[in-house]
């Protein structure tokens, strides 16, 4: 019994974003907003590193020994041609870290795009088929979610060197993360969007498009798939953040990107050697940006999750 | 007559950075015991914020902005917030609509009704437990002191609903508020649990708030009714007075809106309080205009349009690994015919098969056996999808929920226009558009309304979206899944009159399926009463009506309520005139 | 019931037969076993006939029959890397990834879940809100870094904890345990923290939601309009109904807890089976990974299963009892 006068709303894109409840919490909410603005600057900064980064880290011509282990530009002994100062081989620490940011950003975005491709065509199928291949498709994701996704990236890993020939290592590990980070993922999508699916199936929506006589996989792409794409953004989000977290460990433990072409996570894995030294800086700072972003991400995400979750309004 | 529950002026709002909205205003209404007060009103009136905020009870932001409340004299709005909570369970107690969401799931109920007992009542636990079974007992529960150790969902719904009545009593209240306490139910429950409240009443002397969207409820049990309408009260009384002769226009057009279980009427009277009516339909030459032409019925047929020959289908329950595997028989060898041009109706209560018969004529369910016949046509035995096609072009269906049933990402347009695009029967997207304009404005919403998303209509007026989809391959056959349950009373006569308006037009035959027996006799030409998927009775429906043959038949028939009670001596609220 | 539980036992076992497939199919065919057993000059027919000796030249199946049998009693041969027996490898270090994983479970339990609890029941309290921020930056640092970073303050510049290693062990049998001294403890804390600050902020986020999820509930409006106490409300009626449904999540954290041990036990070299794994997947040393998939899986069925029959316990709807 819910026939309630609903009074009559823009009708254009722009109007009805502009009256909707997300931009409204959004411009009342000022953490979201310097978390935004930070995670806007970082990509901004990741895409267009070559331009942006004060030297080319990888260049080994622009790279000198003599300039090997300099602190920040504001101790003692610092340069400001390198504002946070320089690591073991003399690379410039921001330069490094902007391509790092960059790295540890597309390792991130590629395997969560790719564990959102796997997980909600399965959640669509499994979902909407019902029947056995419901039954074995969630039997292998809950086989699957029986273990921490560190663990199953390491095993990929771990699997892929056994099986690529020595050498190519590290020219593939930016694949071979990829993929070991987006198929420990994917199991959250598929498992949301079949109980979105099963829910959406029960719709008399679904029912009419049937009675008219839609073949099936019409009905799932142009009918459910536009209605379960809630709750993925919400977990593309969340796993975002996990991505970038679980990438960083990886090459932390040094079976993932290799130093030639280092992330963040590689970044803090040479940086430890110095930190009893007194080098703290070539840790720190990449430490710093990893911890930055990855909270920028997390801030977004949460808003997201609260700004969607019809209950809490 | 001293007055237990005391409410005058009365108002409620709750502020959102949308401006504040105004849920009640102004509201005097008071109770006495023994009596029961109805409070009636369509949703949105306002009557569930009164009982919370009688209780103290409103979510925030909701909040009293004036108004007072006297219980027994004494004024209780004001107190604070520990004094109100001895005062909830202990003076006042509260029933809600769904029973299932109503109980702790983790406990038994003993359990619960010691629990609330021991916080109001100065008894020992054994004494809590034995006064415990009494309660079972008295509510209506078989074998209580069993009965009171389970837990909630070893009950079936009516029984948990007597379980939450005692809960509301157990601390002997000396008001009870109850909200929509039998919605959620069936109408056979729905008796009892309104018996068993009035005999609570009759015996305990307390005095009741009964909320409610259903004039039949009130009219079985409310010995006065408050109707309210958009946060006020707009006229009160005995409620014989109200439904026989009422005052007020809004109270004039509920009651007319009721259908009437007693005889049958050409349309729903309207009187359109509320002006969200719809916009005015032009009358139409079916010859001329495109909704009466090319209805390829070029093959004519012998016999009834649509005959179903021992239909049964059966569901498996369980899965492979769940270790059930019983099968559950939906439809039980079921036949019947449908007429060139008529409208049958089938009716039940839930579980009763209806909605499965409706699937199973539109090719959605294979039966387990028996056939399906439209226009002499076996359409069990087509294999082919395309060939089914042709078929589901001539029978549409609209179904029960107003907000489920039309996808709310798609343009009104993309989705009346589906049907058109899919079976190609127009010639290029311009004549789909115009097409789709012109349906609207056929159903009463206008040809604006073609651009706008479904959240931005009522539920009344998405149910004339889903009307627009069905006629949209101009099919010969339509089925109306419980296609008013779901609406309020005024909504519901305004679109069961546009569904005789357009079947009368169209020539269009019709399957009406509710379980609402007034709206299937101001519907249906014929009957069928289903039930455990068996078709009990079938007859025309004034034979039905007059002259059941089938028991079952006469028990769904003595469940009706009865606000035009012309059968005399049949007992119950009010009396008899409108002849 | 009774079925319930057999079907669960008969589902743990087909998880491990599938985890054994896989962890198979490493040890056989990923890389090449005879390689990786004898020294270049080793001729051709001395491989041939060790291939022979090792049952590589079975029928698959059989060697899958074969695998199964010596793992469930624990063999798997030898590490390539390190030529010591996988068996006893695993044994050495079991007791240290099992002492720091069992504190870590309880700090994570016995703190996150009474701080979800309050930051649902006061939502705007300064303490919840400065909670909730805490629990922001528990997810966003990653695990390894907080490692750092209480190295160098507790173990660098205060030097009150030491910064790698177990401290001194007591041997109890089999077991090697560092509970019994007080290096041992010191050792434990850092790490211990570590390694729970991840497992707790999820356990504090996921107890807060559910939490106001049921204070929202039918039943529990019902119970107020009857005006039950609000301890009683919050703790008898609210709280069981949280716990339930977080039981299953809850469960498999702890389990995570032991694989996330890989990563605390590489920042403070603490000698466990993390670490071992980690040199294994560097040096590709497949019988140690096998043993150690096989190890853990084993350890989260036993989590999963023994959290699926709590759940039979705790939540009567499960016990199949008809209305």
Known sequence: ?????????????????????????????????????????????????????????????????????????????????????????????????????RISLFVGFASVALAMVIGVAVGLVSGYAGGWVDTVLMR??????????????????????????????????????????????????????????????????????????????????????????????????????LAIITEATLSFLGVGIPPTSPSLGTLIRIGNDFLFSGEWWITIFPGAALVILVLAVNILGDWLRDALNPKLR | MTRLLDISGLSVEFPSRRGTVTAARDITLSVAPGEILGVVGESGAGKSTIGAAVMGLLEPPGRVSGGEVHLDGQRIDTLPEGDKRRIRGRRIGMIFQDPLTSLNPLETIEDQLVTTMLTHLDLSEAEARARAVELIDQVGIPEPAKRVKNYPHQFSGGMRQRAVIALA?????????????????????????????????????????????????????????????????????????????????????????????????????????????????????????????????????????????????????????????????????????????????????????????????TGIYRPVSGRVVFAGVDLTAIGSRREMNRYRRQMQMIFQDPYSSVNPRMRVSDIVAEPIRFHRLASSNAEARRIVEDLLEHVGLGAAAAKKYPHEFSGGQRQRISIARALATRPRFLICDEPTSALDVSIQAQILNLLKDLQEELGLTMLFISHDLPVIRQMCDRVGVMKGGRLMELAETETLFEAPQNDYTRHLLALMPKIYAEEAGEGGGAAALDA | ????????????????????????????????????????????????????????????????????GDAARGDF????????????????????????????????????????????????????????????????????????????IFGVQLRWLPTFGRGQVVDLGWWTTGFLT???????????????????????????????????????????????????????????????????????????????????????????????????????????????????SFIFVLINLAVDLLYLVIDPRLRGETA
């Open chain 1, 1 to 101: 019994m819910t026939d309630t006068d609903r009074t009559e709303r823009p009708a254009g894109l722009l109007a009805r974003l502009d009256e909707s409840d997300l931009w409204w919490s959004f411009r009342h909410s000022p953490t979201v907003i310097v978390a935004a603005l930070t995670t806007l600057v970082m990509f901004a900064a990741a895409i267009f590193a070559p331009w942006i980064a004060p030297h080319d880290p990888f260049d080994l011509s622009q790279v000198n020994l003599l300039d090997a282990l300099l602190p920040p530009m504001w101790e003692e002994g610092g340069m400001a041609a390198f504002p946070l100062g320089t690591d073991d081989q003399g690379r410039d620490m921001l330069s490094t870290i902007i391509y790092g940011a």
């Open chain 1, 140 to 241: 292998i994701a809950d086989v699957q979610l029986s273990f921490p996704a560190i663990l199953i990236a390491l095993l990929i890993d771990g699997v892929a060197r056994g099986l690529l020939p020595r050498g190519s290592h590290d020219a593939l590990a930016f694949y071979v993360l990829v993929t070991a980070i987006g198929l420990s993922f994917w199991v959250q999508y598929a498992r949301t969007v079949r109980g979105s699916v099963l829910v959406e199936r029960r719709k008399e929506y679904v029912l009419a498009a049937q009675v008219t006589g839609l073949p099936s996989l019409t009905i799932l792409v142009r009918h459910i798939l536009p209605n379960v794409t809630g709750p993925v953004l919400v977990i593309a989000t969340i796993q975002l953040a």
């Open chain 2, 169 to 361: 009593l157990c601390a002997e209240p000396e008001v009870v508020i109850a909200d929509e306490p039998t919605t959620a139910l069936d109408v056979s429950i729905q008796a009892q649990i309104l018996e068993l409240m009035r005999r609570l009443v009759r015996d305990r002397d307390v005095g009741m708030i009964l909320i409610t969207h259903d004039m039949g409820v009130i009219a079985e049990t409310a010995d006065r009714v408050a109707v309210m309408y958009r946060g006020s009260v707009v006229e009160e009384g005995p409620t014989d007075k109200i439904l026989l002769n009422p005052d007020h226009a809004y109270t004039q057009s509920l009651i007319a809106a009721v259908p009437r279980p007693d005889r049958r009427m050409d349309r729903f009277p309207l009187v359109d309080y509320s002006g969200e009516g719809a916009a005015p339909r032009a009358a139409f030459d079916v010859k001329t205009h495109w909704l009466g032409q090319a209805r390829d019925f070029a093959a004519a047929h012998e016999g009834p349009l649509v005959a179903v020959e021992n239909l049964t289908m059966a569901f498996h329950v369980g899965g492979m690994l769940s270790g059930r595997h019983e099968t559950f028989t939906a439809v039980d060898d079921l036949s019947l015919d449908i007429r060139d041009g008529e409208v049958f109706g089938l009716v039940g209560e839930s579980g009763s098969g209806k909605s499965t018969v409706a699937r199973l004529l």
């Open chain 3, 1 to 68: 019931m009774i079925l319930f539980i057999l079907r669960r036992l008969a589902e743990s076992v087909f998880v491990m037969l599938a985890v054994a497939l896989i962890a198979f199919t490493l040890f056989r065919f990923v890389g090449d076993p005879i390689n990786n057993l004898v020294g270049q000059d080793t001729s051709l027919e001395e491989r041939e006939q060790l291939k022979e000796d090792l049952g590589l030249n079975d029928p698959v199946i059989v060697q899958f029959a074969r695998f199964v």
């Open chain 3, 77 to 152: 041969g030898y590490s390539y890397q390190m030529r010591l027996p996988v068996k006893q490898l695993i044994a050495e270090r079991f007791p240290a990834t099992m002492e720091l994983s069992m504190t870590s479970a309880l700090i994570a339990l016995f703190v996150g879940i009474p701080m979800g609890v309050y930051t649902a029941l006061r939502r705007r309290s300064l303490i919840a809100r400065s909670f909730m921020t805490a629990s922001l930056m528990g997810v966003s640092l990653p695990t390894f870094l907080i490692g750092i970073l209480l190295i160098l």
């Open chain 3, 182 to 296: 007080l290096s041992g403890l010191k050792a434990l804390i850092m790490p211990a923290i570590t390694l729970a600050i991840f497992q707790m902020t999820l356990i504090v986020r996921l107890v807060r939601a559910e939490m106001l999820e049921v204070m929202r509930s039918d039943y529990v409006k019902f119970a107020r309009a009857r005006g039950l106490k609000p301890r009683v409300i919050n703790f008898s009626i609210a709280l069981k109904n949280t716990l339930v449904p977080v039981i299953t999540i809850i469960g498999l954290q702890v389990g995570s807890i032991i694989a996330f041990a890989i990563i605390t036990e590489s920042v403070f070299q603490w000698p466990g089976l993390g670490l071992l794994f980690i040199q294994a997947i560097s040096e590709v040393d497949i019988p140690v990974m096998a043993a150690y998939l096989m190890l853990i």
